[in-house]
């Protein structure tokens, strides 16, 4: 053995319970090491292993590179669609990720098995290290080592003074300091910074409570979408919507009881300058009421200021325009009047979309037909540009382009088709006299006929607008924030505050004179021990002067940078 390594091990043995148990931190057993034989010595093995602080941060590397591809490949619980794209367009590459379960990352086995296995690992370093920390709290910090020349930081000096004023004034300050601190034989034992390990603590439980959150989140959450012209209601039940997604624990029960009408949306732009058309305003006026009987309440919804009702959320996520479409057959018979919405294609709110006319219609013969349209919507029409294409998107200059078509919509064969789609496979379209297809450009209150008595499509002067919502329900976003922020609390208590020690010793010397001795030990180096100690033993020496030395020279106030060597005195 070298003699470094032999000066560190009489200075552990010197130390003994001073310097020991200055963190809460369970001591790591080897992972080479081979359990005695038998089942019950292999389960310990594996449990000293699992719960260790090393396989804690390894499984947490792991959780967290194992979230990439969830990231990086569509997952079919946030939007099938692009899943089946991507099943599409890559034969190869699709069945292997399927297999791999790369298409629904956060509820695979493997991940599961990774989140499980960190959970219990925290636990179980959290366990055994709470319990140590209440056992450091009850009891008192340990006496001062025999040899205070062996610490880190260390000062000593005479004084006339007695020892025990001495140990009283320095109990006195060590107290006025916020340590914990008690006399115990010719020396006073202080410790300070316990916020340092209640920090560890905290950081661990609050990623337990980050775990737990996350999973109840994604079992019992629902992300459902909703779009409603102006006037509409809605209430907050499964038929109600366009569109959900939900985990795999969540029950229709589970939604938060409320309802909601839109009144009325309101987009306002900037008319000119490099950010013509940036919307300055876009916002929707609604009555919402909580409960089956719950009183009627008027909110206003914004971009990224979304109402809160519970564990739910209403967030305001798009919008568009509705032209209000009047249909009469070839006796004037209204057979559809409605505000149809239709999705915008650009930032300048150019949409496009489609009326059936599925019920009530019967051509010129007689026979019950079903009718088609597909619209295109600009609301700023500009006759310079050339296009068919909104230069604006506020209501300036609206223009309804239709074309149109008869015959079966196919909505009867039970396929699901989409409504803003028309299907015409089995639909004729309308000619004009020239053979060509029907179709017009409408302004407001114009009238598009339909040939040989076959009725008429009216634009109405009324353009109502639609809001798009996304309903969100997640029972463990608020207990997820809180234990984000104990985390970043907790962490921050770890690295800035350090556990440490201070001993005062004060003994009558062989001349009948005081000495003082004062020392420090901390869980790591650190500047901030000697200056401390430097501060505490400046007040103590004032309290305690300097007495002069046997040759008659000056006192000299203690100076704890300074490390003597072995049994010199200062």
């Not at 985990?247 to 000119?272: N, Q």
């Not at 450009?441 to 008429?456: E, F, I, R, V, Y």
Request: charged content about 20%; glycine content about 10%.
């Amino acid at each position: 053995m070298s003699k470094t390594e032999t000066d560190k091990s009489q200075d552990q043995e010197e130390l003994g319970a001073a310097g020991s148990q200055l963190s809460t931190a369970p001591r790591e057993e080897p992972l080479t090491g081979v359990p005695a034989f038998g089942v019950i010595g292999w389960i310990r093995w594996f449990w000293r292993q699992l719960t260790s602080m090393r396989v804690a941060l390894l499984l947490l590397l792991m959780l967290s590179l194992a979230a990439i591809p969830g990231s990086l490949i569509p997952q079919s619980g946030a939007d099938i669609n692009k899943v089946a794209d991507f099943q599409s367009a890559h034969k190869t590459l699709a069945p292997i990720y399927d297999k791999l379960g790369l298409f629904h990352v956060y509820s695979s086995v493997w991940f599961s098995a990774i989140y499980i296995l960190l959970f219990i690992s925290l636990i179980g370093c959290i366990v055994p290290r709470a319990w140590q920390f209440i056992g450091q709290l009850r009891g008192r910090p340990p006496g001062a080592p025999k040899r205070l020349t062996r610490l880190p930081a260390y000062t000593t000096w005479r004084t006339t003074a007695e020892p025990e004023e001495v140990r009283e004034a320095a109990l006195k300050l060590l107290k006025r300091r916020r340590f914990r601190a008690h006399a115990e034989g010719d020396a006073v034992t202080a410790e300070k910074g316990y916020l340092r390990e209640l920090g560890n603590l905290v950081f661990h439980i609050a990623l337990i409570v980050l775990l737990v959150s996350f999973a109840w989140g994604q079992m019992y959450k629902s992300d459902g979408t909703k779009l409603m012209v102006e006037g509409d209601g809605f209430s907050n039940a499964l038929p109600m919507y366009d569109d959900m997604k939900s985990g795999s624990l969540f029950r229709s029960d589970d939604l938060v009881p409320f309802s909601f009408d839109l009144k009325k949306f309101t987009g306002t732009y900037e008319a000119s300058g490099p950010n013509r058309g940036t919307p300055r305003t876009f916002q929707a006026t609604i009555d919402y009421s909580v409960g089956a009987y719950g009183k009627r309440k008027n909110t206003t919804i914004k971009v990224n200021e979304p109402l809160h009702i519970g564990d739910s959320k209403v967030y305001l996520v798009s919008h568009g325009y509705a032209p209000v479409v009047t249909v009469r057959d070839g006796k004037g018979k209204v057979v559809y009047q409605d505000a149809v919405p239709l999705l915008p294609l650009d930032g300048n709110v150019t949409s496009n979309g489609v009326v059936k006319v599925m019920d009530g219609y019967k051509d010129p013969r007689g026979k019950s037909e079903q009718l088609g349209f597909q619209a295109f919507f600009v609301p700023t029409f500009d006759p310079k540009s050339g296009t068919m294409m909104s230069q604006f998107p506020a209501l300036l200059n609206p223009l309804l382009a239709v074309n149109a078509y008869h015959g079966d919509l196919g909505v009867d064969a039970g396929i699901p088709q989409s409504v803003y789609q028309l299907d015409t496979s089995h639909m004729k379209a309308f000619k004009d006299g020239k053979g060509q297809l029907l179709k017009k450009l409408l302004k407001p209150g114009d009238t598009m006929s339909l040939p040989n008595g076959a009725g008429s499509i009216t634009f109405e002067k009324d353009v109502k607008q639609w809001a798009g919502f996304e309903i969100v329900q997640e029972p463990g976003s608020i207990w997820a924030l809180t234990g984000a922020l104990a985390a970043i609390f907790g962490l921050a208590a770890s690295l800035f505050i350090q556990r440490r020690r201070v001993w005062v010793r004060a003994v009558r010397g062989a001349d009948g004179v005081t000495v003082v001795e004062m020392a420090g030990l901390g869980r790591s180096e650190s500047a901030k021990l000697p200056e401390e100690l430097g501060d505490l033993a400046g007040i103590l020496y004032d309290k305690a002067p300097g007495a002069p030395d046997p040759d008659d020279a000056p006192a000299t106030s203690p100076d704890p940078h300074v490390v003597p060597a072995e049994g010199a005195e200062k």
